[in-house]
């Protein structure tokens, strides 16, 4: 937007309507007339040489993060205040600490399948009232439920769908951080949080037609993301290590077998790109930076 502004000297007409009323009502305005566009948090392309990996990691791409002075301040005062906020403004609760609470129970869930029994439980209000809460955060776009991928399936496949923030900055400042908890824990949600805002704000903006999924079968095999549209069947697995084991290619080569026809893609921490049979590994510093399979 800045460089539309700076550059074409376009001007904007922003509204007061909370993201929820614009999701609920947007449908219905100017029928015939009207289109929709999303607006994701910043993507590699967009922040060309201000993208650094390590960095966007561990603080996201919301725009204010690359202009505040102290991004992880900015970042809790985001949560606090717009989460706070909003949810007050549109009466979506009448207990406020239980939602706030719920909203950090459910950072543990980042990348993983939804319990909402067990969530529930933890935050010590009733089923029915997480799954709400969880309705209230797609509702103010600040997650995204991803299914399965079950078209043509052979194998047996789990029914839960998976949970994602929508910032990889937003779910670090949720997620509570205690001795207990490794860094690897934490690492493996946020690249996959990386890679999917990026790859749902491409898919937006470029106009691709992909629909988004995850592939897990009953006895463990699971494939991070899967992406299926009108340009074909890709699947992604995504690793922070440095090398590969054959174990780390095991679900995309079970998932190859059953859709023959799809590309299979490794996003990993080393620096070579390397290909193995129908899989190809590509560091996660190149992909950011420069990636046009899609």
């Known amino acids: 937007v800045h460089r539309l502004i700076e550059t074409y000297k376009y001007k904007f007409i922003l509204t007061g309507s909370s993201a929820r ?20 948090p910043l993507t590699a392309r967009e922040l060309g040489s201000d993208f650094h990996i390590e960095k966007v990691f561990h603080t996201g791409t919301l725009p204010a993060v690359f202009s505040e002075q102290d991004p992880l301040f900015y970042l809790r005062s985001y949560v606090q205040t717009y989460l706070r906020e909003e949810v007050l403004q549109e009466g979506l609760t009448r207990n406020l600490a239980a939602f706030m609470r719920f909203l950090e129970v459910a950072s543990f869930s980042q990348g993983q399948q939804l319990n909402t029994t067990e969530i529930a439980r933890e935050v010590a209000i009733h089923r029915k009232v997480v799954e709400s809460y969880f309705d209230i955060l ?20 789990v029914a839960h769908k998976k949970f994602y923030f929508f910032d990889v900055g937003v779910f670090r400042t949720l997620r509570p ?94 620096n070579q790109r390397m290909y193995f049979d129908r899989i190809q590994a590509i560091p996660l510093h190149e992909f950011f930076s420069n990636f046009s399979d899609l």
């Open 177 to 270: 951080k205690g001795p207990l908890d490794t860094p690897e824990e934490i690492d493996g949600a946020a690249i996959e949080t990386l890679f999917f805002q990026e790859m749902r704000a491409i898919n937006d903006y470029l106009q691709l037609g992909y629909e988004f999924y995850y592939w897990k079968t009953t006895t463990g095999l699971e494939v991070d993301f899967v992406l299926y549209g009108p340009r074909g069947l890709l699947a992604f697995e995504l690793k922070r290590s440095r090398s590969l084991t054959p174990k780390h290619l095991k679900a995309l080569t079970e998932f190859g077998k059953e859709y023959p026809e799809a590309k299979l893609f490794i996003l990993y921490g080393g």
């Open 138 to 157: 797609e509702d103010l776009l600040l997650a995204i439920r991803l299914p399965v991928f079950t078209k043509r399936a052979t194998r047996k496949l």
């Open 21 to 40: 009323s614009l999701r609920k009502k947007g449908v219905n305005l100017l029928a015939g007339r009207a289109l929709t566009f999303h607006m994701h």
